[in-house]
């Protein structure tokens, strides 16, 4: 599948109602967007800490937020037909790093409401942050981000024992054996970030789940044309 990265980040300004709908009609069958928590507990839509005016999101209401910054449940109806993976941003370190995990709990509830399972994902570079997803919502489908190399072998067996059914790693730590791997595990294969023509035809040619790029239009033709035989790269 195509996932479009913060929408069609490449024609349109990231995670904006404009970006998520240009990655619709791009054919994108997925979107990818971010989360943080607002001042007053809202889910905004936003991939940095940071608004561009330099102000923290976790100390903005999200009625002072900028004007083109969605929160989640806007975010979710723009995405209407398709399916949306929440990238929850919570690490330690961050800035705006919430221990309690708040934000997990405001992200399970919400897109539980409104969307099938089927058509979510949740995924965060903190693994437990994803542990404390699935325990408030055990029926969201979920994945963990991954863009160190912890040994293929490693990486896949704590997530099957964490009880996710995703992993989405980094392009560069991806090969065709890594992707069997998962598979064989019972994972599904999300890979970020792949613009380039020849590697998303090498990776749907793996058989990978999910591909997350930042030109849904170019993933889109060369996926189409590698299932019916006339994709010509270059």
């Known amino acids: 599948m195509v996932v ?22 791009q054919g994108a069958d997925w979107v ?35 004007e083109d910054v969605l929160n989640l449940a806007e975010a979710l109806e723009a995405c209407d037909g398709m399916g949306v993976n929440v990238e929850v941003k919570n690490l330690p370190g961050d800035p705006d ?8 709990e405001a992200v399970a509830g919400l897109v539980a409401a409104y969307r099938p399972t089927d058509e979510l994902l949740v995924s965060s570079f903190d693994i437990t942050a994803v542990d404390r997803i ?30 996710h059914g995703a992993v989405c790693p980094w392009d560069t730590l991806v090969d065709e054996s890594m992707v069997e791997a998962a598979h064989e595990r019972g994972l599904r294969v999300v890979v970020w970030t792949v613009d380039d023509p020849g590697r998303i035809l090498q990776l749907a ?4 789940d999910g591909i997350i790029t930042d030109c849904p239009g170019v993933a889109r033709r060369v996926i189409d044309g590698h299932l019916d035989g006339t994709w010509v790269d270059g």
């Open 32 to 66: 990818e967007l971010d989360v943080r928590l607002s001042a007053d507990d809202v889910l905004m839509v936003h991939h940095d800490a940071h608004y561009g005016d330099g102000r923290l999101v976790r100390e903005v209401p999200a009625g002072d937020s900028p």
């Open 97 to 104: 790093h919430d221990a309690s995990d708040l934000v997990c």
């Open 4 to 25: 479009a990265h913060r929408g069609a980040s490449h024609d349109r300004p990231e995670n904006t109602a404009a970006a998520f709908t240009e990655a619709r009609l």
């Open 205 to 208: 040619d793996w058989e990978v």
């Open 134 to 163: 699935r325990a408030s919502e055990p029926s969201l489908p979920t994945g963990w981000l991954v863009m160190e190399r912890h040994g293929t072998d490693l990486m896949l067996d704590r997530a099957v024992a964490h009880g």
